[in-house]
């Protein structure tokens, strides 16, 4: 299920499938089953039995979903060693001399011991025995729904009121000739390595596949980046591509764009993989190659046609308010696709419960499309964005105003030595109103709250300059775009107008 089966993997087991865990006997009607133990079925489940509801949670696999065993915890583990490593190999750019470390010193086996036992310690937060003691009824198994209003688990029977559909999404991987046959990691398994790939071959130019290609190279990998796209990050704003890249060539990272896989080999010590770019075929030989050519939702087995429920390539079909076909059902997560985040899961989950159960009365019925989502890439320096890019506002004819600021000339970050980046605010055509950011910036993910802050409640840009943010930091960034939105307001009519008040008051 999950490996090596060391202390920290048989800690991290027992609290997120325990081996010896019996499933309860199930309750005459649920008011909501959650199917799927990630993110969006664990907030769905203890927030429903926190305001007294009866609720039944079911996972097949591991509790915790994506983010705790594949994704945001162990990739983020990963990253703060390799940033460690990175870091001290600058160290003489700060006028720091040591004892000569270099990359290819770096543990590797302690490097992923450390994750295995942090990732273990977090667990406890998504403990089946947690969530017993939260009053929810915890069945590990298969779920199968057998009506519009019932689903069977391991041979029982759970019928309920509502529920809400959170089974998550996996690694697509593309059908490249070989590939299977000479083997291959995705999100799910390569976390489990023990021994560091020398030559390392990432399939994948997305948030994943950046990430993880910088994360092993630093920590002592050969790294090449195959992206089938033109440019990194295809997401997000190009000019935040373009500085991801130059950053991944500083550090000797091999980019191939615009590149189609065409076939994959066993080869003498390892794996060859044939990919073809700019016209020609370009042979790269490895010893592990990681697919990260983005999701597919996880439907099979479900028999969501005998409750109703549709789906697509892309996932469940939901409406605005989270509902499917079936109006008692409802789904949320990765499952539907669209944003692919833990903390967009944690608010869908909000919302089904506040539209399954409040939706009638003061409450009223919440909509995804109102949701303003941040995400963040978490390479160094971080990518984070929220809203529209300047491409989005233009398909969608929205005429926009932009402030931008670089961080070079932000004084904090010119004394980290992190002046790599910028900060762009997009504002509606002659409005204050922000519908769009992204900052490059290596605490951008730390950065970008401040702005969807703005955005959900309605701030007007102007805010920013008037806030005192503490110097100094590198968010001072965002008051910059502040002074830049009052300045350009200052016409010469006002300017000379200011100017004469000033005489007159002297």
Known sequence: ???????????????????????????????????GGGTAGLVAAAGTAGLGGKVALVERHLLGGDCLNYGCV?????????????????????????????????????????LRRLRAEISENDSAQRFQKLGVDVFLGDARFTGGQSVEVEGQSLRFKRCVIATGARAAVPDVPGLAGVGYVTNETVFSLTELPRRLIVMGGGPIGCE???????????????????????????????????QFARESIRLLLDSQPVRADAAPGGKRFIVQAAGREHSLDADAILV?????????????????????????????????????????GDIIGGHQFTHAA?????????????????????????????????????????????????????????????LRRVDRAILDGDDSGFAVMHCRRGSPQVVGCTIVARHAGEMIGEVSLLMTAGIPLSKLASTIHCYPTQVEVLKRLGDQYNKRRLTRRVASWLKSIIAWRS
């Open 74 to 114: 162990p990739s983020k583990a990963l990253l703060a060693a390799a940033r460690a490593a990175y870091d001290v190999q600058r160290a003489s750019e700060f006028g720091v001399q040591g004892s000569g470390f270099s990359v290819q010193e770096a543990d590797f086996a302690a490097v992923m011991s450390r």
């Open 292 to 332: 990260a050519a983005g999701r597919m939702p996880n439907v099979e087995g479900l028999n969501l046609a005998a409750a109703g429920v549709e789906h697509s390539s892309r996932g469940v079909i939901v409406n605005d308010y989270l509902q499917t076909a079936n109006p008692r059902i409802f789904a949320a």
């Open 212 to 246: 993880l290609a910088q994360g092993f190279c630093r920590l002592g990998s050969d790294v090449t980046l195959v992206q089938r796209g033109s440019r990194l990050l295809p997401k997000d704003e190009p000019e935040a591509a373009e500085i991801i890249a130059t």
């Open 1 to 35: 299920m999950i490996s090596p089966l060391d202390e920290h993997n048989a800690a991290l087991l027992s609290r997120v499938h325990p081996p010896d865990w019996q499933n309860p006997a199930p309750q005459p009607l649920y008011d909501l089953v959650a199917i």
């Open 346 to 406: 944690d608010a869908m989950a909000r919302i089904c419960i506040q539209n399954a159960f409040f939706s009638l009365g003061p409450f009223g019925r919440k909509r995804l499309s109102r949701l303003v989502v941040p995400w963040t890439t978490y390479t160094d320096p971080e990518v984070a964005h929220v809203g529209l890019t300047l491409q989005q506002a233009a398909e969608r004819g929205i005429e926009l105003d932009s402030y931008r600021e670089d």
